[in-house]
DNA sequence: GATGAATGAGATTTCATTCAT
DNA sequence: TATGAATGAAATCTCATTCAT
């Protein structure tokens, strides 16, 4: 459940990045970003409140902003973790063969894919959304959804997906409906099981999307 | 006392369409409800603010609660408004045949789709994000939503669409695919051509998910 | 119901009384006088709204504004009509004499507070309270009271009530009591017999203020 | 995350008396009460202000609603206090005699009610005009009112007070009548000397209610 | 005469942020 | 480091009063 980088909370708001932290430090800090993800996932990016957070993490205001400097800086810094999470996920899709290999390879990139949806997707709907005043952090946004589309249209460059003549169109189509699929499966949790889904939509992706004939 | 008159009449005070409206009186609900789709637009469910509506549809905080009783009731009103449009739209998806008709088809309903979320857009994308305290707002979402994957999941059957061996999800794979593509073409005017791109778009759903050849 | 004097709506707020009424303006003021009164009883007045009595009258709140200056004018022209009738009743209390006789004065007379108190009771507790702003109008108020008061006074004395040796305070409590209790029985149908209650009630004045032996 | 602290411990957000209060923090609620049974004294039940309290305890808006609810919450905690010294006073009235010892019983329990009176007047006002929305706190008034009320019936019934036949409604009567003194008293400082009329009022209750003799 | 519509000042309530201990 | 308390700007909502028809 833990991402597999060890994200070190690097531009973790002014006041924190001042100064370095001892381990009580770095365990309050952890205990605030885990808190802000759920509360954003539960109420959502406008609606997130910092007492909200604060109580989830059984500590105060006031400590509160001896880690951050506003409720924003809170967010970027799970933006960053966020953002660092897709680049590693845009590194790690391989060629699509149109075997049974291919479709192992795009199963165990959706269960990626989906592990880290659970963990930060409300932080990538917020940037969906547009709901982000920052602009330096909606870039960051941008530019991680381009890494994966970027991984995408070589994937469907490599494998020759000829019934689809605009690659870059059917990379942007197919990360909609990963990422809308995702949330509906990781918020609504719909009665869906996961491995199955999974299966299915692997399925449906090598051979509606990367054109293998039926596995 | 006046024991003639026998109707309720209950005058003005009360809030939404409990009351009968002259001219006048529509006129200025038209215009808040048009403000209020602008708002939600521009800022989303939780950042809108009445006051933006009615600078917007210029006119009064008194006036605003002559109409509606509260924030959440006028975005009630768009969520029917909304709701009914989109069964409409699940009632227009005609059988999709594999020739260039059945492109068609499909080319014209995204097109009325597009058309669709340009107003509505933002009510949408208030239910998908699941954000909404009502539930039986969300329940009319939700029932919305099913109306148009049901119509998919018929026309996919129809097809006898092979390669997709769950209609059932490549109904809600498609709907979400489309969602967020309209989302994006709309939201973000991301450059790109609307008929290009419905026309890209059309041909990939044709030939992906209803199995027809290369146009 | 309607009190015996005729209750002319004299000084009743600028807007109407600089003009004649014709027979339906006549109306519709008595209308909202009702109304008024009404609403003063069931809200009290500070709660009460005018769009409550509008809607109690029927009409709109243009037309309030028609017949009345504002929300304190009407309560002005009640006021009036309720002053009037409580100095009439002062004029009504004749000797209490310590026979059958002084009982049946005494019971008629709680008869007639009664009656005054259901049709004016809230703006005497608006007086009794002292919520009212208008200083002529709690000087109206207190005026009244002291009529009462007075004559009570006058009868206690007459009566030779030696066991309360001042007299001033004696009428003070009893009036005191009896409006409270008139209170208790009007406002909350509190279950008690009218007829039973003025019979003991007055049992109860006639013996222990007026010193009768059991009747 | 941190298993070890088993405590709820709401925290700060939380309106009322759910979370524990520092010195300072009991400090700041006492301000609050104290300013809110002075407004509501001021201004009654429905023309009290939060802005009002905030200024007569000279704190903030914002502070006010970390301590209460809402400005119901505010007079409930007021209604609980009022109430327990109701039952308070209810129990202290001890049996009434007929000599001089009974007179002083009645006279320092006056006392007492004066004195409960002077601090609760505006919630036990509150009560009776019946205008709190409340129907808990509405049954919290008539139970205090009926705990005071049982006292003096037992009291008359011990005094064999023949000249009442009907106990119940004695004690009504004389509590109507003591509560509306006393509201004259405290409200319009009616240049009446307290003692003078606790003297008087005391004899008056002593031989007109329980029968004693001139004192 | 009568009415529906509009207005805006004022009241309540929320919440990000700062402060003193 | 940590925390409870305090703050005030901003948002929501109400209602007496005015206006145009």
New binding site residues.
């Given amino acids: 459940m833990a991402p597999a980088s060890p994200s070190p909370a690097r531009s973790a708001g002014t006041p924190a990045s001042e100064?370095e932290?001892?381990s009580?430090?770095r365990r309050?800090m952890a205990k605030l970003l885990d808190a802000g993800m759920k509360v954003l996932a539960e109420r959502g990016y406008h609606a997130?409140?910092?007492?909200d957070v604060v109580r989830k993490a059984r500590?105060?205001?006031?400590?509160?902003?001896?880690y951050f400097a506003?409720?924003?800086d809170l967010f970027r810094a799970l933006a960053h973790e966020c953002a660092d999470e897709m680049r590693a996920l845009a590194a790690e899709l391989g060629p699509v063969t149109p075997d049974a290999a291919g479709y192992d390879t795009v199963r165990v990139w959706l269960a990626r894919f989906m592990e880290t949806y659970q963990r930060y997707g409300a932080v990538i709907r917020a940037w969906m959304e547009d709901q982000v005043a920052d602009s330096s952090l909606v870039a960051l946004g941008l530019d991680a959804f381009a890494d994966i589309a970027g991984a995408l249209v070589d994937r469907l460059r490599e494998a020759d997906a000829t019934h689809f003549p605009d690659p870059e169109l059917a990379a942007a189509a197919l990360l909609a409906m990963v990422e809308r699929l995702m949330y509906f499966v990781t918020s609504r949790s719909a009665g869906f099981d996961d491995d199955a889904l999974l299966d299915t939509v692997a399925g449906m992706i090598h051979r509606g999307f990367f054109g293998a004939a039926a596995t």
Same sequence: chains 1, 2, 3, 4.
């Fill in positions: 100064r932290l001892r009580q430090g309050t997130a409140r910092v007492d500590t105060s205001h006031g400590t509160f902003y001896l506003n409720k924003e």
